[in-house]
């Protein structure tokens, strides 16, 4: 497969620059895969597509503000995205993006501000990779709580950053920090839906994948199968498993909330019997690719993605690719809202 075959033309106006004032006003289109149609409704219809006993997964990660203004030596700013926590034997290190690296080599210190002090940290270059090694005794987390902003992607565009984003781009039921973007399909959720749908007799359980470089980062290679998930980290409770197992056992369709629910499920019964002990976190690098067979999720609720990307493959594994096209080209000639703000879609 062309990775260049899963790329698609939109208006940029359609991309989705702030939130919708009320998080359940968005617009959701239901791909039926068995009639191989599709329909436009409202996202405050969700319950209606569901059934006593049936099972709903969602991502409880938690977004940290992990987006930092700091300055080079010389005085010039810089941006920083810190991206995940390195083994380090004193002091954290943290993997990084860096957006401008003019002047800035292996060694140099970038310097952050934190309230009354200035804490700097070392630059390191690996493999091309950048890592920030910080002082023994700074919480890198405090650091981010304090000074940190919302990872906005980039297509978001903030001339500066705003502290309303903070609980914006987050879901309501975030429990777990360790996430550098929102599991965005989430993001329609309100606590008054979520008690709708266990009123409704619905099971809703979590599970946590910490979403990382590997979902959002885009395809780099012409070919698809030579692309390479970066490894981000899931961990599902047993309360979760066994719902999974009893959803099975009873044939009730398994709903599974964004693209990053579907890679954490769907690693971990990747084999009928998983070689590592339940509880903790544990790594995945599996990339769904048209062709895969899903062993676990019947149904798909996710946001409308970029084209050539990573979610936007899973879709189209779990949609089909034709179905999934078509229905992305009504949605833009609907004016349907993009990407991380915009609307959903529903893939039954």
């Not at 030596?73 to 954290?92: A, C, D, F, I, Q």
């Not at 590997?214 to 899931?234: A, K, S």
């Not at 995945?284 to 895969?292: D, H, S």
């Amino acid at each position: 497969m062309l990775s260049r075959d899963f790329s698609f033309e939109f208006p940029p106006e359609l991309i989705a620059q702030e939130p919708l004032s009320e998080r359940d006003a968005s617009r959701m289109m239901v791909v039926d895969r068995k009639s191989d149609s599709f329909q436009s409704t409202s996202f405050r219809d969700l319950a209606s597509y569901f059934q006593r006993g049936d099972l709903l997964l969602l991502n409880n990660t938690k977004v940290i503000p992990a987006r930092l203004q700091a300055k080079k030596k010389t005085g010039g700013k810089v941006e920083v995205l810190l991206v995940k926590r390195s083994p380090s034997e004193e002091g954290e290190r943290w993997e990084c993006l860096i957006r401008s690296m003019k002047g800035l080599k292996e060694g140099h210190e970038i310097l952050f501000a934190e309230e009354d002090r200035t804490i700097p940290a070392l630059l390191r270059i690996e493999e091309e990779k950048k890592f920030l090694q910080f002082p023994s005794g700074v919480e890198v987390l405090d650091l981010m709580r304090k000074a940190g902003a919302a990872p906005l992607p980039p297509y978001i565009k903030r001339p500066e950053p705003r502290s309303a984003d903070l609980s914006r781009y987050q879901t309501v039921f975030a429990k777990k920090e360790g996430a550098i973007a929102a599991p965005t399909a989430a993001l329609h959720f309100t606590p008054a839906l979520l008690k709708k749908l266990e009123d409704a007799g619905v099971r809703i359980r979590a599970l946590t994948l910490h979403v990382g470089l590997g979902t959002f980062q885009p395809l780099q290679t012409e070919r698809v199968e030579d692309h390479r998930m970066q490894t981000e980290f899931y961990e599902i409770p047993q309360e979760t498993l066994e719902a999974v197992r009893s959803a099975k056992e009873e044939g009730r369709p398994i709903t599974a909330v964004g693209t990053t629910t579907v890679r954490a499920i769907e690693s971990y019964f990747s084999s009928e019997n998983p070689p590592f002990p339940r509880g903790g976190f544990h790594s995945t690098n599996l990339f769904i690719t048209p062709g895969y067979r899903f062993k676990i999720v019947d149904r798909l609720l996710t946001n409308f993605h970029q084209p050539e990307s990573t979610p936007l493959l899973l879709t189209c594994a779990f949609a089909g690719k034709d179905l999934l096209f078509r229905a992305y080209r009504e949605a833009i000639q609907k004016k349907y809202r993009l990407f991380s703000y915009g609307d959903c879609m529903f893939i039954l």
